[in-house]
């Protein structure tokens, strides 16, 4: 199998937040060169107190992650999420990839993007795949393009079971960083009246735009180019954020002034490890929780204004 590096400088000071957003492209980890406090962690792990010199003229200002996609994944999606995520986070980035050129990036890993059944009703099918539909289901095709959001991420998949249990017909639904606009045609196709959908990244918006053509609801659905819900109007029954913990937490402080007074917020994106803060913080800012779920190491939530 061939595999893409993806690596992303940052300032040292950012290691742990942008860490947490590069472990939401893979899930089998990344590894993480941080030379900040090169000295004490040589003492303490590796018992010595004699290093390299080409290692101590390392820059301890940033910090670099490795990130390893394999041929079946989608590196352009992964990379327009990390990118997104970070502007999102107001983090100094730069990123550079090693392994399969750009121009093959949306080929090569549609051989392994297959028609996905989620829940009971709905399929993701891919918009060059054919899908045998026996069991009468509800058909969401979808082009990813360089947009996250294919619908076989853990977080993905988590919000997409959430919306097959929530959303009713007439709803009204907003989604918090759209990337692909997976979740808010998958609402409309589901039932909801309408759905607008809001991402910092101007190409996820435009792909949205044209997964939505695709599925024939263009009359249904909104994409914006915004940060989070500041260019959004009304309110809505559900909301959906599938971003990071510290975007979710951000989030709390002004969401009910975008929800019905029983619409529900479904959110995640949330790394296991971050859980707590993010309950911690639901529950200051007066959100109740009504359900729970998790896949792989990822924690999904559905939160209610009411109490």
């Not at 999420?81 to 093959?104: C, P, Q």
């Not at 309408?194 to 997964?211: C, M, P, R």
């Amino acid at each position: 199998m061939n595999w893409t590096e993806i690596t992303v400088s940052v300032p040292q000071k950012d290691t742990e937040t942008a860490a947490a957003i590069a472990n939401m492209t893979v899930p089998y980890g990344i590894y993480i060169e941080d030379y900040s406090d090169m000295e004490a962690e040589a003492i303490e792990i590796a018992h010595i107190d004699l290093i390299d010199e080409a290692l101590k003229k390392r820059d301890r200002s940033r910090s670099i992650i490795h990130i390893y996609i394999s041929e079946c994944d989608n590196v352009s999606e992964a990379l327009s999420f990390l990118k997104e995520r970070l502007t999102a986070e107001n983090i100094d980035f730069k990123t550079e990839t090693v392994g399969v050129n750009d121009s093959d990036w949306n080929e090569n890993w549609k051989k392994y993007f297959k028609c996905t059944e989620i829940g009971e009703r709905l399929t993701i099918v891919p918009s060059w795949e054919r899908y045998d539909n026996k069991d009468n289901r509800i058909l969401l095709h979808i082009d990813p393009g360089a947009a996250f959001g294919t619908g076989t991420h853990a977080t993905t998949c988590l919000c997409l079971n959430m919306l097959e249990k929530y959303v009713k017909n007439g709803d009204k639904m907003l989604d918090i960083g759209c990337g692909s606009g997976i979740l808010a045609i998958a609402s409309v196709l589901l039932g909801a009246k309408s759905a607008v959908g809001v991402d910092i990244d101007a190409q996820s918006v435009k792909t949205a735009g044209e997964n939505a053509e695709i599925n024939g609801i263009s009359d249904k659905t909104q994409f914006i180019v915004g940060d989070l819900a500041e260019k959004v109007q009304g309110r809505f029954n559900i909301v959906c954020a599938n971003i990071v913990a510290d975007v979710i937490i951000k989030l709390f402080s002004t969401v009910k002034d975008y929800m019905t007074e029983n619409g529900v917020l479904i959110t995640s994106g949330i790394i296991d490890i971050r859980e707590s803060d993010v309950l911690k913080a639901a529950e200051e800012n007066g959100l109740k929780i009504l359900q729970a779920e998790k896949k792989d190491n990822w924690c999904a939530l559905v939160l209610s204004a009411k109490q």
